[in-house]
């Protein structure tokens, strides 16, 4: 029994499904770390303990770490049809270049630990996808495999 090789075209987009699902692990596994516990957070981020968090510092906090949640929920949404919802990438590949160089900043001024290099490096791995995502969609409208919606 013979099988039909996948095409290269189904292939890319099997992977970027994958692609898009862990990226969505990433950012929910982030989101709920920094939402469940902002001592721990600060400890592993910023080596920072017994921090004096009033009201509007936890506004903030916990609304970033929603927004690095709710991202993640996009992901998946990509991942369920990456041919139609490719927006949140370039979301993405803004929000995650910003942080990063944010998280650049603060550690080699010293003012936060590894972790946020780690993290950061992470998120640009997944800028690089996002942006090799987007190249391949790009391509794949102009030779005619997309339509215009």
């Not at 991202?71 to 370039?90: D, E, H, M, P, W």
């Amino acid at each position: 029994m013979q099988h039909e090789p996948i095409d290269k075209f189904n292939r890319a987009v099997a992977f970027y499904r994958k692609f898009f699902l862990v990226a969505a692990i990433w950012n929910v596994g982030g989101g709920v770390l920094g939402i469940v516990s902002v001592t721990f957070s600060l400890k592993l981020f910023y080596n920072v303990t017994n921090y004096p968090a009033d009201a509007l510092f936890k506004f903030h906090y916990y609304n970033f770490w929603l927004f690095i949640l709710f991202l993640g929920f996009g992901y998946y949404i990509v991942s369920r049809n990456v041919l139609q919802n490719y927006a949140t990438a370039l979301v993405g590949i803004f929000g995650k270049t910003v942080l990063a160089g944010f998280w650049l900043y603060y550690y080699l001024s010293g003012q936060a630990t590894v972790m946020v290099i780690v993290a950061g490096g992470g998120d640009m791995l997944f800028v690089l996808g996002f942006i090799m995502y987007l190249t391949f969609m790009l391509k794949n409208f102009r030779n005619g495999k997309l339509q215009k919606n």
